[in-house]
């Protein structure tokens, strides 16, 4: 660096110690002085808010102390939020703090805190962009596989049941129940959906959640259905908590369930009644009330199914006034009460399925409300757990189309329209517009169904027509969760997007989630903190 170089870069850190920016914590820093060899020879790093929270984090950091012994974590829990890619976590981590009245730059989500961050590698064997099944699939099992396929080898052809001979995936939560720990997957999807069946089901396509969606070929050799895997599983004690929706999947066709909705299952089997009948200390609940009511002490099966089909968006559940469903925080909190009385320890799998439903809608609201629900539950197992024993890991299964850009102003409404700063700056009072003279928002959707200003939102978009390109928001509210943003290339639906997704960890052996890493690395990672092959095979063993 030559000396003019030098001296300017000297001058800009001077000049941040004067300017007092806001601190991490969204405080205003105190306002900075000259450095050491200023005027005053008072030392800047001192009293600039920016370098003391950096300091305090660094400081921190070195007195981490993660063990990485095989088998040192009791427990593991594995968080994932369905289609949360970075940009998801960006804009809900400001949109979390604008709504506690901050800027919002400076908040942090839960799960953001934790020590340890890699990212993830997240696609299939067949795609470039994966879905839910071979990325969950990747995760649980320890090996990549193809798009659309449910914890079972690449060699498989998909839909086509002879070809599943000899290509099931054993996955982390058999091998828990194998170990004699406990076992428990919540959702806000439905459970025999892509994310959570691949935890505990083995089937070609991702579609056959009921009987009734099997085709004749595989009712011809053999293959089940997706619910009726559930019911099926029978490794150590069973699954000790399965929370979610898709109700409709677990009953007969002839039974009418609480929200005046028939079930799907051909064979007349009410799944329901037989996981009552299978566990010794169980319990069956279909709305909140009933669920606050568990005794955990005196539960050891709960399964929870709050929907026909998959639960309400959180933003309807808490802003709407939805009474009838638990939150994915409470539904976490009540897991670990139920899991953790197993002296063996437990393995705990919670998706926040709905993010990728709302950003497939092209509706951000609903997205980053849903993934604020997700760093609530994390903060719970966080406070209900310990770093000394258990592994939390909070990752993606995939990323979304979705875009964060413009130059807002600090603090400009994340849902909002875009407005910069000026010359000066100093944010401006009228909207940035584009090249045709039309304002646009800092959040929208490379692709998907476009533009709608809605009463609902969410999946109420799917009730009209694809609307791409740009239009005129001057007098549209665009913060109202019934806006849908536009979308560059129109299509019937958003897609998933093909980058890396984001890992964070905590507790023993956390620190293998270090740079950037195959998605199936996650399996791994959860099998030496707890040691699960091992412990499977020596009580296989023993039997």
Known sequence: MNKKLLVLAMSAMLGLAACGNDGDNGVAGTPGSNGSNGSDGKDWSAVNQWYVDAQARV???DGLSVNNEVGAAKNVILFVGDGMGVSTITA??????QLKGKTGEENALSFETLPYVGL?????VDGQTPDSAGTMSA???GVKTDVGVISQAEGVVRAN???TKDQNLVTSLELAAMAGMSTGVVTTARLTHATPAATYAHVPDRDWEADSNLPAEAVTNGCKDIAAQMLDFNYGSGLNVMMGGGRRSFIPKTLIDPEGKAGKRSDGRDLTAEWLAKYPNAAYVQDRDTFLNVDVKSTDHLLGLFNSSHMEYDYD???AGVKGEPSLAE???KSIDILKKNAKGYVLIVEAGRIDHAHHAGNA???LYDTIALSEAVRVAMEKSSEKDTLIMVTADHSHVFTIAGYPTRGNPILGLVKTNDENGIAEVTNSTDANGLPYTTVGYANGMGYASLATGGDERYNFPVDGGRKDLNFVDTQNAGFHQEALVPLSDETHAGEDVAIFARGPSSALIQGTVEQNHIFHVMNRAANLVAKAEAAVAAK
């Open 317 to 319: 559940r808490s802003e």
């Open 92 to 97: 809900a981590r400001i949109l979390e703090g």
């Open 59 to 61: 400081t921190k950091a």
């Open 161 to 163: 049941c002879a070809s």
């Open 120 to 124: 993830s590698k997240t696609y299939n």
């Open 365 to 367: 609201a609903r997205a």
């Open 139 to 141: 995760m649980v099992t």
């Open 331 to 333: 539904m976490t909190a």
